[in-house]
């Protein structure tokens, strides 16, 4: 079973900001908080990693709860090439617990024009 | 800056037939990496390689065979095909398997087994 919890799917407006829910109750001290997108037809695209602190970047923000149990991808103006499955992920700091992260099915985003 | 190339991004075999996935890095990353995708599960790891000349088994290696003799280059190869190894397959690198670093994925293969 996936460590990570995720809506199936979610629907926004184009310029509107999206907040795509992730729930990770089982973390370890050691697992980063990884964010990738999946748009029709290609490779999973990394957006973003956390450890414990809200972080950013050019394609988006992380907000991690203080109990470090569940994250949220902030898209801050969704556009319609943002339309893709995002997956949320714990990426172990050691590699050997690694060899068996599972991938759930993640949250297909909508973007409405 | 190609970065991953994956070849071919489409292929159909037959079942029995030995087929083989390329896979091609620019950057020099340490770590390469095989997943399948298909309908209605995640991404699953089949082999990883944390150099070259260093290769290991993921999730569900059974049916598949990698090498990786340069760093560059990490081949999948299904040495019979099934039918169940209808998939996509992607290819991945990066710099650290660990937390803290990225993973960056090719286009994918589609591999169809008839």
């Known amino acids: 079973d996936a460590k990570t919890t995720q809506p199936n799917s979610m629907e926004s407006n184009e310029e509107e900001p999206v907040h795509l829910p992730c729930n990770h109750s089982?973390?370890?001290?050691?697992?980063?908080i990884h964010w990738y997108r999946q748009l029709p037809s290609q490779g999973p695209e990394y957006v973003i990693h956390?450890?414990?602190?809200?972080v950013n970047n050019r394609m988006a923000s992380l907000a991690i709860a203080e109990d470090r149990k569940s994250s949220t991808l902030i898209l801050h103006r969704a556009t319609l090439r943002d339309a893709a499955v995002y997956y949320c992920i714990l990426r172990d700091w050691d590699a050997g617990n690694n060899r068996k992260l599972i991938w759930g099915l993640g949250t297909s985003l909508a973007v409405n024009p | 800056d190609a970065g991953i190339t994956q070849s071919p991004r489409y292929k159909i075999t037959e079942t029995g037939r030995q087929v083989t996935l390329m896979c091609h890095q620019t950057?020099?990353?340490?770590?390469m990496f095989w997943y399948r995708q298909d309908l209605g599960h995640g991404l699953r790891l089949i082999y990883y390689?944390?150099?070259?000349?260093?290769?290991d088994k993921g999730e569900v290696p059974d049916g598949y065979v990698v090498s990786r003799s340069k760093t560059e280059n990490f081949p999948l190869t299904l040495e019979s095909a099934t039918r169940s190894q209808t998939s996509v397959y992607f290819c991945?690198?990066?710099?650290?398997?660990?937390?803290?670093?990225?993973?960056?994925f090719g286009q994918g293969t589609r591999l169809t087994v008839v």
């Open positions: 089982t973390i370890s001290g050691t697992d980063y």
């Open positions: 956390g450890l414990t602190s809200n």
């Open positions: 390689s944390a150099a070259a000349d260093i290769t």
């Open positions: 950057w020099s990353h340490s770590y």
């Open positions: 991945a690198t990066s710099r650290a398997d660990r937390g803290d670093t990225e993973a960056f």
